[in-house]
């Protein structure tokens, strides 16, 4: 059994959420990993992890029966971003989750080429969470440098790092799992450049592109748009939710604000706003 140092720094943040031009309802991905259970008398026993990628955020929850709380005892979630096994301690990992199960403190740590240091946030949401039966974390993914994949492992400790009861998931090896890149943008461009009251006015064919988390871009596979013109809804043309409008006449001045809803690769996400006035 590797042994763990007996150091858990604390950096955890508040759960929020940007605004503005960012995804609104994101598709969730689940896995579902299993450790043996009663391995070692008196030790914590890890069970059931789930992780749950929810567009930009990763959520990792594990299950642990005799979870040592307010106790002497230490948690560690030991990721490897990089696919390569040999650098950084614990199997390569890339980055550490820490947990005090004493004080219930939680820090993270990344691998600088030499050694762990103190890891800054780069992004909310960035919680480590802790409860009777369970312990995890809820991370946005930026703060892995959005990795395409991850293994994962874990450890808990019974009393001091150096000779407590320890579990350790999965037996060996790690837990693998692919990294979907989130949307991020849209892009869109609109003929003419602005609307004019009495013609047709609506996004340009093919030219609707989705900016990716991984900093590439892909169309998106449909498009749906919502128009209000001072408020007041316009219905498509050809369909009710089409990004081509048959502006109305007498509208010259109005204010026409322009709502988008992309699917993508199973993720169906909305971006706003666009606004004109009309000419």
């Known amino acids: 059994m590797r042994s763990i140092r007996g150091r858990c720094v604390v950096a955890a943040a508040a759960l929020s959420l940007?605004?503005?031009?960012?995804?609104?309802?994101?598709?969730?991905?689940?896995?579902?990993?299993?450790?043996?259970?009663?391995?070692?008398?008196?030790?914590?026993?890890?069970?059931?992890v789930t992780v749950t990628q929810d567009n930009e955020t990763l959520d990792v929850q594990a299950d642990v029966a005799n979870l040592p709380l307010l106790s002497k005892g230490?948690?560690?979630?030991?990721?490897?971003?990089?696919?390569?096994?040999?650098?950084?301690d614990f199997g390569g990992a890339d980055y550490?989750?820490?947990?005090?199960?004493?004080?219930?403190a939680g820090g993270v740590e990344r691998w600088n080429g030499t050694r762990y240091v103190g890891a800054k946030k780069v992004h909310d949401p960035s919680r480590t969470l802790i409860?009777?039966?369970?312990?995890g974390f809820m991370f946005d993914l930026a703060n892995f440098g959005w990795p395409k994949g991850i293994s994962l492992s874990m450890i808990v400790v019974r009393g001091a790092v150096?000779?407590?009861?320890?579990?350790?998931?999965?037996?060996?090896?790690a837990w693998a799992f692919d990294v979907r890149p989130a949307l991020e943008t849209l892009d869109l461009g609109f003929a003419p450049?602005?609307?004019?009251?009495?013609?047709?006015?609506?996004?340009?064919?093919?030219?609707?592109?989705?900016?990716?988390?991984?900093?590439?871009?892909?169309?998106?596979?449909?498009l749906s748009c919502t128009a209000r013109l001072a408020g007041a809804q316009l219905v498509g043309l050809g369909r009710r939710d089409s990004c081509r409008w048959q502006v109305p006449k007498r509208s010259t001045g109005k204010?026409?604000?322009?709502?988008?809803?992309?699917?993508?690769?199973?993720?169906?996400?909305?971006?706003?706003?666009?606004?004109?006035?009309?000419?």
Not at 75 to 86: E, H, I, P, Q, R
Not at 131 to 135: A, D, L, Q, R, V
Not at 163 to 168: I, P, R, S
Not at 255 to 279: C, H, M, N, P
């Open 96 to 104: 550490l989750l820490l947990f005090d199960l004493k004080t219930w």
């Open 18 to 48: 940007a605004a503005g031009m960012a995804p609104s309802a994101p598709a969730a991905g689940v896995r579902t990993f299993h450790d043996s259970v009663g391995e070692i008398a008196g030790a914590p026993d890890i069970g059931k």
């Open 255 to 279: 204010l026409l604000t322009i709502d988008a809803t992309v699917s993508y690769a199973g993720t169906q996400v909305e971006f706003g706003t666009w606004k004109f006035r009309v000419a």
């Open 74 to 88: 230490t948690a560690l979630f030991a990721l490897n971003t990089d696919g390569d096994t040999t650098t950084g």
């Open 162 to 173: 150096e000779d407590g009861l320890v579990d350790h998931a999965p037996n060996s090896g």
């Open 131 to 135: 409860g009777g039966k369970s312990i």
């Open 193 to 222: 450049t602005r609307p004019h009251a009495g013609a047709v006015f609506g996004y340009s064919d093919r030219s609707a592109r989705i900016g990716l988390s991984d900093k590439t871009t892909v169309v998106p596979r449909t």
